[in-house]
């Protein structure tokens, strides 16, 4: 059985930092590209940033770009999302996905993810 646990959210300041944390289990962790998305109050889930199964390529959001990095841990099927400069409209639930890694682009759209956490909450105050 495929578990994606997210950790890591929390209230904080604009201008301040998180690092969530999604531990993967159940799943061959080396061949699945990793995702984050969030979803806002009222709003639709929307990508966040990708890695891809090898690691060597990823891709962010325009929103989140120069603030966001995503990374992955295989030894310990972990995958990290560091996020800098918050600001108020980051406030959403962040989520991890996984998607079985067969290509050389990582995936944008929330279909082309079989496996989805429950998600952690991001607050950022002004």
């Known amino acids: 059985q495929v578990q994606l646990v997210e950790s890591g959210g929390g209230l904080v300041q604009a201008g301040g930092s998180l690092r969530l944390s999604c531990a993967a289990s159940?799943?061959?962790?080396?061949?699945?590209?990793m995702g984050w998305f969030r979803q806002a109050p009222g709003k639709e889930r929307e990508f966040v940033a990708g890695i891809l199964w090898h690691g060597s390529t990823t891709h962010y959001g325009d929103s989140v770009k120069g603030r966001f990095t995503i990374s992955r841990d295989t030894a310990k099927n972990t995958v990290l999302l560091q996020i800098n400069n918050l600001r108020p409209e980051d406030t959403a639930v962040y989520y991890c996905?996984?998607?079985?890694?067969?290509?050389?682009?990582?995936?944008?759209?929330?279909?082309?993810?079989?496996?989805w956490g429950q998600g952690t909450q991001v607050t950022v105050s002004s």
């Open positions: 996905a996984a998607r079985l890694g067969i290509g050389m682009a990582v995936a944008v759209a929330t279909v082309e993810y079989a496996y």
């Open positions: 159940g799943l061959t962790f080396s061949s699945y590209t």
